[in-house]
């Protein structure tokens, strides 16, 4: 039973064996529409997979999070529970709804099995360590050592428990290295801009002195560099790192020290990424200068591209500051700018797919479809590497199932760690995704779709 559900479709293997050979190519490049049609995303069989109770999960939350006024104040909210039910309580109410939907689990035990699940319906878990920091939370070198001691065991996780082919995990900066200290590097490189071997060389442990820093800064620096040299150094030919993008006013400090970490690690692979966010007016620029920078440094670069998680904040942010909002004006320029950037990524990795890498992070189908389409165009092939695809986990598990199913690799974001850790990433992902989220009427049409099938099926005596 559970095999017929997980077996391949025909589509599928065909688009496998079509794939298998560079003079198969050629008849991929000329009949594209045998391959990208079967990504409809309409078929509620692709839940066939999940338990009854699982289902029955899915719908529960989702029908909550189709209520706004539940998401924008499901931060409050889940304080005032906190506090009315206790720790206990909380964690109790929690751990078999939201927190099962969305977090893989506490431990290494219970992460393997979300995870040896997840490998079964051919899905590969990108582990995020759930760390989030931001202006005026800044603690001493002892907090950000304990972040990165945090981050190795991912390295290790990802890397020892064998869940997927080419092990990813994502990684946030500013767990390793002071939002302030940031937001000044921001400042300083638009008006001078640091050498990247400059800090290459302070990886390797060189004790140089940075342009405009104070002497505690640079101390700071220092060590958060060899903070992120040690995570690098651990995960090279290993597990692919994903740094993420965060706010416009420090992205600029973590582009710059992610490519110092390209220029380091990147010689033979794309082993460290960076996250380019299409909703910013500068996308395309940005990307086109990391592409020229890549090339003329020799470096492979690897590329997650989303539409962006911080619009509300960014917007309030440049309108309290006077400043020109940074944000493209509408939802259909984003998703012009989301198309451009990924055609522009998929030339470059047709012509150089050892060179350059894409993961294309959204939920969005419309995205998705254009991603396989322009792929069979430029005749990449879906197993290259080259090319895979991301979505969160807990959330549009149609457009992962169906991707999984005809045969693209395909990541879940995978938050884990105790309800308590995670719930401030829970809140702010529910938030940031609300737009997704109020967008996921179709997902919860499909689940109740596949339910009413299983009851008729339960009705009729079952197979
Ligand atoms: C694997 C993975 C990794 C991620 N890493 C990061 C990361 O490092 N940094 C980060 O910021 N986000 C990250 N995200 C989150 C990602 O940005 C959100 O999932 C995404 O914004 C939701 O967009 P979508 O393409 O999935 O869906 P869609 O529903 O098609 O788009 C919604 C998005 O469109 C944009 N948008 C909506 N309304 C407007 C408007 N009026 N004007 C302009 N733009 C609008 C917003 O970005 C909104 O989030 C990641 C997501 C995944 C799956």
Redesign the pocket.
């Given at each position: 039973m559970l095999w017929s559900h997980l077996r391949p479709s025909l589509t599928h293997l065909l688009s496998l064996r079509l794939l298998g050979t560079a003079s198969s190519r050629m008849v991929v490049v000329k009949q594209p529409e045998l391959l990208s049609a079967g990504l409809t995303f309409d078929d509620p069989s692709a839940f066939r997979v999940k338990s009854l109770g699982e289902l029955l999960r899915a719908l529960g939350v989702f029908q909550l999070c189709s209520f706004p006024l539940l998401v924008n104040n499901c931060g409050k909210l889940m304080t005032g529970t906190r506090t009315l039910l206790g720790r206990r309580g909380f964690s109790l109410l929690l751990r078999p709804t939201v927190y099962a939907q969305f977090v893989a689990g506490e431990n290494e035990r219970e992460i393997s099995q979300s995870m040896g699940k997840m490998s079964l319906l051919g899905l590969r878990p990108?582990l995020a360590v759930p760390i989030e920091e931001d202006l005026g939370e800044s603690t001493g070198e002892k907090r950000y050592d304990d972040n990165m001691e945090a981050m190795l065991e991912c390295v290790r996780m990802s890397h020892s428990n064998a869940w997927s082919k080419d092990p990813m995990m994502?990684l946030k900066i500013t767990a390793l290295l002071s939002p302030e200290l940031c937001v000044k590097l921001t400042t300083l490189i638009t008006r001078q801009p640091y050498d990247l071997s400059l800090l290459v060389r302070a990886m390797d442990g060189e004790a140089i002195t940075l342009p405009g820093l104070e002497e505690t800064e640079t101390a700071h620096f220092l060590c958060g560099l060899q903070r992120l040299n040690k995570i690098a150094e651990a995960s090279v030919n290993k597990v692919r790192v994903l740094v993420?993008?965060?706010y416009t006013y420090m992205n600029p400090a973590l582009t710059l020290v992610t490519m110092a970490l390209m220029k380091k690690f990147n010689k033979d692979g794309a082993w460290i990424w960076n996250?380019y966010?299409c909703?910013l007016k500068e996308a395309m620029s940005l990307l086109l200068e990391a592409l020229n920078l890549s090339q003329a440094e020799g470096f492979c670069l690897g590329v997650?591209l989303?539409?962006?998680?911080?619009?509300d904040k960014e917007r309030k942010l440049s309108e309290k500051e006077g400043r020109v909002d940074p944000?493209?004006?509408?939802?259909e320029?984003?998703n012009k700018s989301y198309n451009s950037c990924l055609d522009v990524m998929l030339d470059a990795i047709s012509q150089k797919p050892e060179h350059n890498r894409i993961?294309v992070?959204?939920?969005?189908e419309e995205?998705v479809r254009r991603a396989a389409k322009r792929m069979e165009e430029l005749g990449i092939d879906k197993n290259g590497g080259s090319v895979c695809f991301?979505?969160?986990l807990g959330m549009c598990d149609h457009v992962s199932l169906t991707l999984a199913n005809e045969g693209y690799p395909v990541?879940k974001?995978v938050p884990y760690g105790s309800v308590d850790d995670t719930l401030p990433y829970l809140v702010r992902r529910a938030q940031?995704?609300r737009?997704?989220l109020q967008?996921i009427r179709k997902e919860r049409d499909l689940l109740r779709q596949e339910l009413r099938y299983r009851i008729r099926l339960g009705l009729r005596g079952g197979s």
């Open positions: 990108m994502q993420d993008a965060e996250t966010q909703y997650k989303v539409r962006g998680a911080y619009m944000i493209h004006p509408s939802w320029e984003t993961i992070a959204t939920h969005n995205s991301g979505q969160l990541y974001s940031e995704n737009t997704v967008g």
